[in-house]
Each structure stands twice: as structure tokens, then as C-alpha cells.
Antibody, heavy 115, light 110 residues
């Protein structure tokens, strides 16, 4: 059974940083593209970015709204994907989901950016 | 403003049929497969349809997907109260080099 478990969310001040983790199990993690998607309260889904597999040089792509501030990485030896969020803004407040190739999704972790 | 356009809400009676549209452009729907997601209140999105019209294991055949040109449609027959949820379409946009979603459609089963 595919399982994705996000962690690392919490309250952070504007301008601060936070690193989210997505622990995967139940499949060969190294072979899949991993995505991060966020959802502000009462709003729709917003794609954050993705990281490809080693076979594709761990290439990353980001949404324009987070490019230059967020970094996605992965550690295939730990079956874990990461989302490093820097220079956080109040508008980054959302539930952050990780997803395996936009198929299976985790339960999400809440990030609140507030002073 | 979402790249893909969905109606904000649709409604129908139990047992009836409903369709949800998703409109895009040649750089997204017209260029790649469409997926549909169901999000029940307070839960994570769940894949409902992939590659335009394929159902993942466990998704009943009451749900169907189709695509024509730059538009896609999700159909749900035999509506049940448990189908009340938000539904999102999504695909890859080659011009933006980004995944894009519709704004979501709230389904109410009256």
C-alpha cells in the first residue's frame, strides 16, 4: 500500500524558513516524480513544484509564485522528499501535500505564516 | 485566477447524472492528459480519473471522463450523497512548465 506522510509544518514568522518532509513507503520511491501541492483554507489546489528521478537528473520545476524561494529535494536512500521554504510570506499559509506523480497523495501538513 | 476553468458549483438529485466541465487551452488540456480529483470535506484530494478517461482501481464506473480539444468533462451517474465533494481537474501546461488545476467545482447532491 502506498503511503505518503508529510511532516514539518507549523507556525513561522514572515521572512522565516521551514522545511517539510514527505516520507514514502509501499513503492519504489526512487523511480517516481514527487510533487508538492498546497491549498489555502477554503481555496483550490495550487501546484508548488516537482522533482524528477535520478534517471532525469533530479530535475526540478517550480510554480512562479515560489520560484527562487522554495527548493525541492529528495533522498532516495531515505525514501523521502523535502520542501525547503525560505522567505516565507503570509500568502504561503496553506496545507501542503506531497504526491506521487499526482496520483497518490499524503494527508497534508499545515504551514501558517504569521507574526 | 485558475489556468483551467471549472464551474464553481453543480447540483443534482440523488440517482441523477451530473457533468463537470474543465476548459483550458492548447498548451495544457490540448497538449497533455487530464486528471480529475475528488476532495471530500476535510480530506486530501483523491485521484478519480487519469489519462483523460482511465479509472484507478476502486473507482466505480459511475465516474467517467472524456476530452475533446481543449476541454474535458467528468461525468457522474447514479449520484449518491457520499459524492458531495469538491472536484478538480488538472494537467501539465507546456508553456508554463507547470502543473495547473481548475478552480474546483463543488458538487451538491440535493
Amino acid at each position: 500500500e502506498v503511503q505518503l506522510v508529510e511532516s514539518g509544518g507549523g507556525l513561522v514568522q514572515p521572512g522565516g524558513s521551514l522545511k517539510l518532509s514527505c516520507a514514502a513507503s509501499g513503492f519504489t520511491f526512487s523511480g517516481y516524480i514527487m510533487h508538492w501541492v498546497r491549498q489555502a483554507s477554503g481555496k483550490g489546489l495550487e501546484w508548488v513544484g516537482r522533482i524528477r528521478s535520478k534517471a532525469n537528473s533530479y530535475a526540478t520545476e517550480y510554480a512562479a509564485s515560489v520560484k527562487g524561494r522554495f527548493i525541492i529535494s529528495r533522498d532516495d536512500s531515505k525514501n523521502t522528499a523535502y520542501l525547503q521554504m525560505n522567505s516565507l510570506k503570509t500568502e504561503d499559509t496553506a496545507v501542503y501535500y506531497c504526491s506521487r506523480s499526482m496520483g497518490d497523495w499524503g494527508q497534508g501538513t499545515l504551514v501558517t505564516v504569521s507574526s | 485566477q485558475s489556468v483551467l476553468t471549472q464551474p464553481p458549483s453543480v447540483s443534482a438529485a440523488p440517482g441523477q447524472k451530473v457533468t463537470i466541465s474543465c476548459s483550458g487551452s492548447s498548451s495544457n488540456i490540448g497538449n497533455d492528459y487530464v486528471a480529475w480529483y475528488q476532495q471530500l470535506p476535510g480530506t486530501a484530494p483523491k485521484l478519480l480519473m487519469y489519462e483523460d478517461n482511465k479509472r484507478p482501481s476502486g473507482i466505480p464506473d459511475r465516474f467517467s471522463g472524456s476530452k475533446s480539444g481543449t476541454s474535458a468533462t467528468l461525468g457522474i451517474t447514479g449520484l449518491q450523497t457520499g459524492d458531495e465533494a469538491d472536484y478538480y481537474c488538472g494537467t501539465w501546461d507546456s508553456s508554463l512548465s507547470a502543473a495547473v488545476f481548475g478552480g474546483g467545482t463543488k458538487l451538491t447532491v440535493l
